[in-house]
């Protein structure tokens, strides 16, 4: 660990103010001990730039899976005071919500008498990988709704069933989205790609619930052992990239009006509530729910493949849930004794709202909302719930996924697509992808082993185990 | 004149030198390309793009960002890119071709360029650059 970072309690670190110039609030980051051997200074760094920014509240926390990316960290989670504090692009990222979403199936691995047949169908269902584009093309006015009402406008036009949006967090639509802030050039990109999946760590997961740790909250989200179930990862394509890009030149140039001193140009804010600040704000939410209607049409693409093949219902096909990992939100916290709204910034972290928290379920009330932990390509995937103990120490959040370890140069040179193939392949897996370099680069050994991500944030109450996912079939984008 | 992918873990890092700035923003502009689309890429179709930027650093994101925006739009890959500076305004002329499933599905989507970790240099060497591309 660098010097002055020091240890504040089991699986948790703190980076004192002072670690960089200007720090407001000192960071606070989570890791097992494992975690902690692999762990780059970059995050440290990045995590210790984003506690310099204005009205930040409590700490700058990191979660396991931190790793170095751009402006602020990956699975890095930092609240703003709504008045004296900030909005950044640079803490949502480029893919606006990108997110994952889990649904199961009535069927057993056994009812799988073909898995790389259903492998295979599911692949061709979905748009998949660079340059794909969407089967159905949007009309400009068709795109505005999806930007407005997210998941509903898919289920309205019959891709999907009403339960499906209380199965998302924020009913699969925020609220605040202002399509006025969203620019030709970000909408001449979204019309071909609704329904795409796109490329990178985004895929299609077939999976089988391989342990149940909580039988209560279990029953409660409809997962039982031995269910075949189906995982989406993905976001809102370049939609949302043009609205971060749009929106961060913008504020980039607005900095200097605000008087913001910045160790990172990608950190680039503006006050919340400034005229800048409020129109990102409202394409993000924008962007946001183009995600939402994203995953509700591959939810229903890939659920009319289980129905062509297996002939059971649509609706035997129940969404467990579907949660955004970069995103920011207004949100009411506890804040020095007084319930405040507060503006939570997540990138590449999930919300964890706890039992009796707002925006969950009704009848999960009091359980906690499903949290959903995707795995590396051949890894396990994880279901947990949301806890109070998030509420009170993370702005109600947990980690996003296993986090890299290996860069995509140094993967290709150790590992071919079609090795890691065979070796998926050997252990019952079937991957499929639009090409080689694609498997290669998200090998399973790339990333921090998702079993020991879930452990800590276990561990430390920031969600709870609910069950374990296990792979059966990839598509990668 | 070349460019490298250095060791990144989250996304693609890039060191480009050139012997001339303009050079320095052409290999840029062809790392981008080959880590989209491999290195199968042929010309035909040409595109014209003009920017100017308050900062050198902000001309290079900019005009990156947009050749990730007509590419995507029109459906183009390019292989070549005539650049030219003239202090902070760039003007060019991409030529590319038709995206191809069969022969340009090789790479991995970019979704934004990144201020962070972008630095812009010259040595006895020549020009060279830094530059993170979100993937």
Known sequence: ?477 | MSYEELSHTADVKIRARAPTCDALFGEAFLALMHVMYGDDRKGGTSRIIDINAPDRESLLLDFLSEVLFVSEVDGLVFCRADVHLDGMQIHAVLDGEPFDPARHAKGTEVKGISYSGMSMGKDAKGYMLDILFDV
Request: glycine share 12%; aromatic share 6%.
């Open chain 1, 1 to 477: 660990m660098p010097q002055g970072v020091t240890k504040a309690g089991p699986n948790e670190w703190e980076i004192p103010v002072g670690y960089v110039p200007g720090m407001r609030v000192p960071g606070r980051f989570f890791l097992s001990d494992t975690l902690e051997a692999i762990l780059e200074p970059g995050a440290i760094q990045q995590l210790a730039n984003v506690a310099t920014l204005p009205g930040i509240i409590r700490y700058s926390l990191g979660m396991p899976d931190l790793h170095w990316g751009y402006g602020f960290p990956i699975g890095g989670v930092a609240a703003f005071s709504l008045d004296e504090g900030v909005i950044s692009p640079g803490g949502v990222g480029f893919d606006i919500n990108c997110g994952v979403r889990l649904f199961t199936t009535p069927l057993a691995r056994r009812d799988i008498k073909k898995p790389r047949d259903l492998v295979e169908s599911l692949y061709h269902a979905v748009p998949t990988g660079v340059g794909a584009k969407s089967s159905e093309k949007l009309t400009p006015a068709a795109l505005t709704e999806i930007m407005n009402k997210g998941a509903r406008f898919a289920v309205d036009a019959g891709f999907g069933l009403e339960r499906d949006l209380v199965r998302c967090e924020e009913s699969g639509a925020m609220k605040q989205a202002d399509t006025r802030a969203v620019s030709e050039k970000a909408r001449a990109r979204g019309i071909p790609q609704s329904g795409t999946l796109g490329s990178g760590n985004h895929f299609l997961e077939l999976q089988e619930v391989s342990e149940i740790y909580d039988e209560t909250a279990a029953a409660a989200f409809g997962l039982e052992q031995g269910q075949i179930c189906c995982m989406i990862h993905c976001g809102s394509r370049g939609l949302g990239h043009q609205v971060c890009t749009d929106h961060i030149k913008i504020i980039e140039t607005a900095v200097k009006k605000y008087h913001i001193a910045l160790p990172d140009r990608q950190l680039a804010c503006v006050p919340a509530g400034s005229p800048e600040g409020t129109a990102y704000f409202g394409a993000m939410a924008a962007a946001a729910n183009y995600a939402w209607a994203n995953r509700q049409m591959i939810l229903h693409a890939a659920r009319k493949e289980f129905v062509r093949m297996f002939g059971i219902g649509y609706e035997t096909m129940p969404l467990v849930y579907d949660v955004a990992h970069n995103v920011a939100k207004i949100e009411e916290h506890q804040v020095d004794g007084h319930r405040t709204r507060v503006m939570v910034h997540r990138k590449g972290a999930t919300r964890s709202f706890g039992p009796g928290a707002p925006d969950i379920p009704h009848d999960l009330a009091r359980i906690g909302q499903p949290v959903i932990i995707p795995g590396s390509m051949g890894t396990c995937s994880y279901v947990l719930k949301g806890t109070a103990t998030a509420m009170e120490r993370t702005f109600g959040s947990t980690c996003h996924g296993s986090g890299r370890i290996m860069s995509r140069s140094q993967a290709k040179k150790t590992l071919t697509g079609k090795e890691v193939a065979d070796q998926l392949l050997a252990r019952g897996i079937f991957v499929r992808a639009p090409n080689e370099a694609a498997i290669a680069d998200e090998a399973p050994e790339v990333y921090k082993p998702s079993s020991e991500v879930v452990q800590v944030v276990h561990d430390a109450g920031l969600s709870t185990l609910v069950a374990r996912l296990s792979p059966m079939g990839v598509i990668k984008g």
